[in-house]
T-cell receptor, first 115, second 114 residues
């Protein structure tokens, strides 16, 4: 079974530039999550989708971050403009929607460095 | 809102030593509890979980965790660690009113010396 795919794996940008990350979840997983993991900290949920609808985006800094999942499959997370404090690993995860098991399947992450 | 604390940020053990990693959460209601592990160069994966029933749960690779409701704790244990257990371990909580959302602790980085 193919896992969660993310790209790019690494990105270096200067502050005030923009960046986009892409995620393709496991086939059949209706729920998709974006987490931000700053060095030395645990993952923090940014946004959760169920199919193409947003379930929770309460911790998404909406002045600069946006995310979409137009067809209920893959998703894009964008940061514009980036700040130094956005340097982190952006993790995408997916899970089945029926019966919460707590098992999220994570991708390998996209590491962003903002200079 | 719920929060999770992992007090040990770094742990270094020799092979065959026993392991206990602390995890405390703050939430007054019903919770589901998890430990995730991230091996070097790999993605996060589920190690074990507690939903209800026996508060002592067993996971993969000989790990177990005990839910102590009165202490709001869910500590991870292993009687004898191996070099291959070197990884970062994250405790996570899901409050029953939070849908599928997981809140993670800050993680504990375990190094096992051969």
């Amino acid at each position: 079974e193919a896992g969660v795919a993310q790209s790019p794996r690494y990105k270096i940008i200067e502050k005030r530039q923009s960046v986009a990350f892409w995620c393709n979840p496991i086939s059949g997983h209706a729920t998709l999550y974006w987490y931000q993991q700053i060095l030395g900290q645990g993952p923090k949920l940014l946004i959760q989708f169920q199919n193409n609808g947003v379930v929770d985006d309460s911790q998404l800094p909406k002045d600069r971050f946006s995310a979409e999942r137009l067809k209920g499959v893959d998703s894009t997370l964008k940061i514009q403009p980036a700040k130094l404090e956005d340097s982190a690993v952006y993790l995408c995860a997916s899970s089945l929607v029926k019966g919460f098991t707590g098992e999220l399947f994570f991708g390998e992450g996209s590491r962003l460095t903002v200079l | 809102a719920q929060s999770v604390s992992q007090h040990n940020h770094h742990v270094i053990l020799s092979e065959a030593a026993s392991l206990e990693l602390g995890c405390n959460y703050s939430y007054g209601g019903t919770v589901n509890l998890f430990w995730y592990v991230q091996y070097p160069g790999q993605h996060l994966q589920l190690l074990l979980k507690y939903f209800s029933g026996d508060p002592l749960v067993k996971g993969i690779k000989g790990f177990e965790a005990e839910f102590i409701k009165s202490k709001f704790s869910f500590n991870l244990r292993k009687p004898s660690v191996q070099w291959s257990d070197t990884a970062e371990y994250f405790c996570a909580v899901n409050a029953n009113n939070a849908g599928n959302m997981l809140t993670f602790g800050g993680g504990t980085r375990l190094m096992v010396k051969p």
